[in-house]
T-cell receptor, first 114, second 116 residues
Framework: DADVTQTPRNRITKTGKRIMLECSQT?????MYWYRQDPGLGLRLIYY???????NKGEISDGYSVSRQAQAKFSLSLESAIPNQTALYFC?????????????FGPGTRLTVL | AQSVTQLDSHVSVSEGTPVLLRCNYS??????LFWYVQHPNKGLQLLLK??????LVKGINGFEAEFKKSETSFHLTKPSAHMSDAAEYFC??????????????FGKGTHLIIQP
């Protein structure tokens, strides 16, 4: 089984709809992250979380919100989706080991907003 | 602040010839550096990482990278390209901040094309 899973893998929705993307991990990591990928721009950080009570904005948080329901679950919501939020979304995790700040990525969710 | 510049958006090589993907970085602190690969319609897979140990880092699938502090570079190489290497490659710099957050900054990616 994959260590970091994302649901759904693909989603098509309409402008103005509320959308939730979910991420679960079995790695036991405390840190979780949400990124979006756009062609030619690499990945950009939306939100990150150290634990259930510690949520932080990333580079491009406007139009998004998150919820850390448990250490293993981190959800990303688009309250009112717009077409320029069409992108590939990745969840990632990392652990607290000093000097080993590798992040482990889920398979991605492709979101299309019409 | 930190940044990453991947010097080529596309690189095309023939199968069996060497691969060189170039990456320069800037960071106010001692960074960790990574190369990730993304195959079409797939997630990101770690190729290799530098975390202040040996400057020549060996990764999976025959890839390696050399950390050169004086040149602020972390170029990715492979002696002989294989068709399965065709993918998007991302150079990433990471600095763990005082709170322990791993701030990853991604380059914009290099699309590697392998000619038969």
């Amino acid at each position: 089984d994959a260590d970091v899973t994302q649901t759904p893998r693909n989603r098509i929705t309409k402008t103005g709809k509320r959308i939730m993307l979910e991420c679960s991990q079995t790695k036991g990591h405390d840190r979780m992250y949400w990124y979006r990928q756009d062609p030619g721009l690499g990945l950009r950080l939306i939100y990150y979380s150290f634990d259930v009570k510690d949520i932080n904005k990333g580079e491009i948080s406007d139009g998004y919100s998150v919820s850390r329901q448990a250490q293993a679950k981190f959800s990303l919501s688009l309250e009112s989706a717009i077409p320029n939020q069409t992108a590939l979304y990745f969840c990632a995790t990392s652990g607290p080991i000093a000097g080993a700040n590798e992040q482990f990525f889920g398979p991605g969710t492709r979101l299309t907003v019409l | 602040a930190q940044s990453v510049t991947q010097l080529d958006s596309h690189v095309s090589v023939s199968e069996g010839t060497p691969v060189l993907l170039r990456c320069n970085y800037s960071s106010s602190y001692s960074p960790s550096l990574f190369w990730y690969v993304q195959h079409p319609n797939k997630g990101l897979q770690l190729l290799l990482k530098y975390t202040s140990a040996a400057t020549l880092v060996k990764g999976i699938n025959g890839f390696e990278a050399e950390f050169k502090k004086s040149e602020t570079s972390f170029h990715l190489t492979k002696p002989s390209a294989h068709m399965s290497d065709a993918a998007e490659y991302f150079c990433v710099v990471s600095v763990r901040d005082l709170r322990g957050a791993d701030g990853l900054t991604f380059g914009k990616g290099t699309h590697l094309i392998i000619q038969p």
